[in-house]
């Protein structure tokens, strides 16, 4: 069966490890439009160029860019079978962009989950989150620290605290997130497509949780 899912929820609530997961059980591809921003500014393309500027200081970048950086990953032969999307859409003017673009090839999204978080589980999370400057693996001080301090488990690379995860830039975020992604939900939740997780426990049990509220999609 051919699923496509959208992950929603603020920064922090843990979208990216649960579609990771959630992604290898479904063999769908994970697609993170962070991730492929990332990719673009450390390549530094006329896209990266483009966005790196906002993404350095927590605000979201223009809808026409990420789009076009979306589109061009869901083109892949992969995306074909389904996929997970993990942070977009995320204002109302992306959710009317992904829904032509899904028309376009005579699909539409079948399941939207809310993954949710308190305000005082993100902000511990995110500013302990650190990650590997060589393979990207995250941990977080608190909850999962390295077993070296300051250096990856898998490959001992250095560990890194991304510029976004500094306090100035995690207020920006999160007063984006409730300024444009929240009407996002109420709009869902009216097309019968949205369910919900909370998120504020350890990551085994809300990975439960999430796939729980996915059962029998
Ligand atoms: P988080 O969800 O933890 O803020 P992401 O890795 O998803 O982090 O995104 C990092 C940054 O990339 C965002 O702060 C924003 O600047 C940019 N970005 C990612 N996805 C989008 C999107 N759908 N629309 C606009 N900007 C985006
Ligand atoms: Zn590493």
Same mark, same amino acid.
């Given at each position: 069966?051919?699923?496509?899912?959208?992950?929603?929820?603020?920064?922090?609530?843990?979208?990216?490890?649960?579609?990771?997961?959630?992604?290898?059980?479904?063999?769908?591809?994970?697609?993170?439009?962070?991730?492929?921003?990332?990719?673009?500014?450390?390549?530094?393309?006329?896209?990266?160029?483009?966005?790196?500027?906002?993404?350095?200081?927590?605000?979201?970048?223009?809808?026409?860019?990420?789009?076009?950086?979306?589109?061009?990953?869901?083109?892949?032969?992969?995306?074909?079978?389904?996929?997970?999307?993990?942070?977009?859409?995320?204002?109302?003017?992306?959710?009317?962009?992904?829904?032509?673009?899904?028309?376009?090839?005579?699909?539409?999204?079948?399941?939207?989950?809310?993954? *949710?978080?308190? /305000?005082?589980? @993100?902000? $511990? #999370? +995110?500013?302990?989150?650190? &990650?590997?400057?060589?393979?990207?693996?995250? %941990?977080?001080?608190?909850?999962?620290?390295?077993?070296?301090?300051?250096?990856?488990?898998?490959?001992?690379?250095?560990?890194?605290?991304?510029? *976004?995860?500094? /306090?100035?830039? @995690?207020? $920006? #975020? +999160?007063?984006?997130?409730? &300024?444009?992604?929240?009407?996002?939900?109420? %709009?869902?939740?009216?097309?019968?497509?949205?369910?919900?997780?909370?998120?504020?426990?350890?990551?085994?049990?809300?990975?439960?949780?999430?796939?729980?509220?996915?059962?029998?999609?």
């Amino acid at each position: 069966m051919t699923k496509r899912l959208v992950f929603l929820g603020p920064p922090g609530a843990g979208k990216g490890t649960i579609a990771n997961r959630i992604a290898a059980k479904f063999n769908l591809p994970h697609i993170s439009t962070g991730d492929l921003l990332r990719k673009e500014v450390a390549a530094e393309t006329e896209v990266g160029k483009k966005a790196k500027g906002e993404m350095l200081r927590g605000e979201l970048v223009n809808d026409e860019l990420v789009t076009a950086v979306l589109r061009k990953r869901l083109s892949q032969g992969d995306a074909a079978k389904g996929f997970i999307l993990d942070g977009y859409p995320r204002t109302m003017k992306q959710v009317e962009l992904l829904e032509n673009a899904l028309k376009e090839i005579g699909e539409k999204l079948d399941v939207v989950l809310h993954i *949710d978080a308190s /305000q005082k589980t @993100i902000i $511990k #999370r +995110l500013s302990n989150r650190r &990650q590997c400057k060589r393979c990207g693996k995250l %941990y977080n001080l608190v909850s999962l620290p390295p077993k070296n301090k300051g250096r990856c488990d898998v490959c001992q690379g250095e560990l890194f605290q991304r510029k *976004d995860d500094e /306090q100035e830039a @995690i207020k $920006k #975020r +999160l007063q984006a997130y409730g &300024q444009r992604t929240k009407p996002i939900i109420s %709009y869902y939740k009216e097309k019968g497509l949205l369910r919900e997780v909370d998120c504020n426990g350890e990551i085994e049990e809300n990975l439960l949780n999430a796939e729980e509220a996915l059962k029998g999609i």
